[in-house]
C-alpha cells in the first residue's frame, strides 16, 4: 500500500509571476523526479494537490493545469501565510514535493454536450482554468464556452496571456472586469457579478461553475438564479484549512462534509443548506 | 471458547509473560490514572475507576513522526510503525475499547491510515469490566455500551473477588489465551451466568443517561440556535475535553528541523483552537467558541454518525469530569433535546 502521507519529489521547470503586490501570485509548472509516477498519476480538473516543502510543511493548491496538457503540472500560489511564502522562494530547477491527486473534480464527462460558463474572480480562476483548457483540448465534446473573469485591476488578472489567446481564439466567448476605472482598459469596469448579467447566459443546457471570494460568490449565487440557472446547473469550490488531505485530520469539514475528500467540487444544490459552507 | 479463570496471584506472572511485548497497563502516577508501557509487573495498578488520559495514545500517539528528512537530501524516510512491536494493553475499560472500535472507521475510511492501522494490527486489548461504574458521570449505556462491554475488546477480564474470569473473544483473544494456558483454570460452574447478573448490577448503578434517539438528525436544525451561545459562553478554549476523549481524533501536522535532520509529525489538534481552523487569509470561518462549541457536539452527535453510522462519544464521562468550569456534554444535549 502506498502511503498517503509521503509527497512525490518533483522538480520546478517553469515559474513566473502572475500578479505583483504583497498578496502576489506565483504559478509553477512542476515535473515528478522520478517518471513513473505519472503512470499511475491520473488527475482530473477540479483536484488538488498538497504541494509543499520538507521543512516547512505542506498546503492543499488545486491542480491548475488539465490532465489534457502532458508531462506537467501547473500550480498557481498566491503568498498569503508560511508555506506559500516559502514556496515562492522557489525557481525552475528547484525541488518541491507533490501529494495527491487529492479530492473530486467537475463531472466532465455528464457535461459533454452542455455549454459552459465559468465566473471567475482573482485566484478563483486557478480552478477553472482545468475545466477551460479540458474544453479547448476536447472541443467537439462541448456546446459554447463562455469564459467570465474579473479581478481589481488588469495587473491582479492571472493568466493574461492565455486570457489574450482565447479572446482571439474564436473557440470561447471571453468577457473581462476589473474592479475600478483604468486607462486603456478595453472592457467591462464592474464587479463580476454585475458582468455577469451584462454578459446574461442562457440557462437552457447550461452548467455555471464559480469560483472566487466568498462576497463575489455569493452575489454569482443569486444573479445565476435570477438568470434561471437551478442550483443543479451551479457548481462551486469550497476550500478550508487542510492538514491531511484524506478525511483524517478534522478540520475542514463543513457539517458533514469533508472539503478534502467529498470536495472540493459542489454542485449549489449539494450545500446550498449547509450554513457552515458559507461562513 | 469457554471462560477461564485467572487468579488474581498469577496476575503478576502473566504480566511478567507479557513483557515480552510491548505491555501498557494502567499505572498510577501521583493522583492520576495514565495508561504506559512497564517495565515491572508491580507497576501495573489494575484496582482502578478510570484512567484520567485514555489508551487512545497507544494507537494513535500524542505526536508521532509520519517521516524523515535530512535538509538538502531529497529522500524521506518513512517511519515504519512495525518497529514498534507486538503491543498488549492490558486492564483497559471497555467504554475506550469501543472508542477504538469508532475510531477505526475514520482512519481506515476510503485512504487508509497506515500509522493507525498498522498499530491496531499489532495491538491486543485486555478489557477489564466495570463491576462498579468509575465516575458518578458515566453513561456508556445510553450509546449502546455496556460496563461489561465487549466490542473492540480481544478479552475480557471480570473481577470476581479472588480471581477474574478470563473470557477470550477474537482470534487475537485466543492466541493470547493459548500463551497463557499454564496461568489459566477452568472457570467454576455458572460463573458465567454470575458475570452476566453482575453486569445487570452494575449497568444498574449508572445513574447519568440520554436518549440519543433523533438527535443527529435534529442538530443540524439548531444551527443558529441560542443554545450555542448558551452553552460555551463559559468556556475557556483549553481543549481539554477533546485531548481527554478517547473518540477525538483530529490532528494538526507541523514540520520540525533542528541541525539539519528533520520530521514531519502528527499531533493531537483540538477542534476548540481558534487556530484549528484559521486560514492563511486570517479568516476564520469558526471565530468563537459558539461556532467550535458547536462543531464538537455536531461532530460527535450529528455528522459522525450521518457517514458512520454510529455517534462519536462512549460516555466515559471524562470531559465533564474534567473540564475545569464544569462544561456538561449532557446537559447540553438535554438542552438540544429540549430545544
Redesign the interface.
Known amino acids: 500500500?502506498k502511503?498517503?502521507?509521503?509527497?512525490y519529489?518533483a522538480r520546478i521547470l517553469e515559474a513566473w509571476y502572475e500578479t505583483p503586490g504583497d498578496r502576489c501570485i506565483k504559478t509553477f509548472k512542476v515535473a515528478f523526479?522520478d517518471e513513473k509516477v505519472w503512470d499511475t498519476w491520473n488527475h482530473r480538473p477540479g483536484q488538488c494537490a498538497m504541494v509543499g516543502i520538507?521543512?516547512?510543511?505542506?498546503?492543499m493548491f488545486c491542480i491548475s493545469s488539465s490532465p489534457t496538457e502532458k508531462g506537467f503540472l501547473r500550480f498557481s500560489i498566491m503568498k498569503?501565510?508560511?508555506?506559500?511564502s516559502a514556496i515562492h522562494e522557489l525557481e525552475a530547477g528547484d525541488?518541491i514535493?507533490v501529494r495527491g491527486p487529492l479530492g473530486n473534480w467537475f463531472p466532465m464527462d455528464e457535461w459533454k454536450g452542455k455549454n459552459i460558463v465559468t465566473i471567475g474572480g482573482g485566484i478563483g480562476q486557478a480552478p477553472l482554468r482545468p475545466v477551460i483548457q479540458y474544453i479547448r483540448d476536447n472541443r467537439d465534446d462541448y456546446g459554447e464556452l463562455t469564459v467570465i473573469y474579473g479581478a481589481r485591476t488588469s495587473a491582479d488578472h492571472c493568466f493574461k496571456d492565455e486570457f489574450q489567446d482565447m479572446m482571439a481564439c474564436g473557440d470561447c466567448c471571453c468577457h473581462l472586469a476589473v474592479d475600478v476605472e483604468e486607462e486603456n482598459w478595453p472592457h467591462f469596469v464592474g464587479f463580476v457579478p454585475q458582468l455577469l448579467m451584462e454578459v446574461s447566459p442562457s440557462p437552457e443546457n447550461t452548467i455555471a461553475v464559480t469560483c472566487g471570494p466568498p462576497i463575489m460568490i455569493k452575489f454569482v449565487l443569486q444573479n445565476l438564479e435570477k438568470l434561471g440557472f437551478t442550483p443543479d446547473q451551479i457548481y462551486t469550490t469550497l476550500?478550508?484549512?487542510m492538514?491531511?488531505g484524506?478525511?483524517?485530520?478534522?478540520?475542514c469539514?463543513?457539517?458533514?462534509i469533508y472539503i478534502c475528500?467529498d470536495g472540493p467540487v459542489f454542485s449549489y444544490a449539494q450545500i446550498k443548506d449547509i450554513?457552515?459552507a458559507f461562513? | 471458547m469457554a471462560a477461564k479463570k485467572l487468579s488474581k496471584e498469577k496476575v503478576g506472572e502473566v504480566l511478567q509473560e507479557l513483557s515480552k511485548f510491548r505491555l501498557i497497563t494502567p499505572v498510577k502516577s501521583d493522583d492520576v490514572v495514565i495508561f504506559r508501557e512497564i517495565a515491572d509487573p508491580q507497576e501495573a495498578f489494575l484496582d482502578y475507576g478510570n484512567s484520567t488520559v485514555p489508551p487512545k495514545k497507544v494507537v494513535f500517539p500524542q505526536t508521532e513522526t509520519l517521516f524523515r528528512f535530512t535538509l538538502g537530501n531529497p529522500e524521506l524516510r518513512e517511519k515504519n510503525v512495525e518497529e514498534e512491536g507486538t503491543t498488549v494493553i492490558f486492564g483497559l475499560r471497555p467504554c475506550d475499547a469501543r472508542a477504538m472500535s469508532i475510531v477505526d472507521k475514520l482512519f481506515s475510511w476510503d485512504f487508509e491510515d497506515p500509522y493507525y492501522l498498522k498499530r491496531r494490527e499489532l495491538t491486543t486489548l485486555v478489557g477489564m469490566a466495570c463491576v462498579q461504574p468509575p465516575s458518578i458521570n458515566c453513561f456508556c449505556t445510553s450509546l449502546g455500551g455496556s460496563p461489561f462491554g465487549k466490542e473492540g475488546l480481544d478479552v475480557l477480564l471480570v473481577d470476581m473477588g479472588d480471581h477474574y474470569l478470563f473470557q477470550s473473544l477474537t482470534e487475537k483473544g485466543g492466541r493470547l489465551e493459548e500463551m497463557l494456558s499454564s496461568y489459566l483454570e477452568e472457570a467454576p460452574a455458572g460463573e458465567e451466568e454470575k458475570a452476566s447478573s453482575m453486569e445487570e448490577e452494575a449497568k444498574a448503578k449508572i445513574i447519568r443517561s440520554i436518549d440519543p434517539q433523533g438527535i443527529p438528525e435534529k442538530l443540524p436544525s439548531l444551527w443558529e440556535h441560542p443554545l450555542w451561545k448558551r452553552v460555551s459562553d463559559s468556556c475557556l478554549g483549553c481543549g481539554i475535553c477533546t485531548y481527554l476523549c478517547p473518540t477525538c481524533h483530529c490532528f494538526d501536522v507541523q514540520d520540525e528541523v533542528e541541525r539539519g535532520e528533520g520530521r514531519r509529525a502528527r499531533m493531537w489538534d483540538s477542534c476548540m483552537f481558534c487556530e484549528y481552523t484559521l486560514h492563511a487569509s486570517g479568516h476564520n470561518p469558526r471565530p468563537t467558541r459558539k461556532e467550535r462549541t458547536r462543531n464538537r457536539i455536531s461532530h460527535k452527535y450529528s455528522y459522525y454518525p450521518k457517514r458512520f453510522d454510529v455517534i462519536a462519544c462512549v460516555g466515559c464521562g471524562r470531559c465533564i469530569n474534567l473540564c475545569p468550569v464544569n462544561i456538561d456534554i449532557l446537559e447540553i444535549l438535554e438542552q438540544v433535546v429540549e430545544a
Open positions: 500500500m502511503n498517503p502521507y509521503i509527497p519529489e523526479a520538507p521543512g516547512v510543511g505542506e498546503s498569503v501565510g508560511k508555506n506559500t525541488t514535493y476550500e478550508n484549512r492538514k491531511c484524506i478525511g483524517k485530520c478534522g478540520r469539514n463543513v457539517g458533514h475528500k450554513p457552515e461562513a
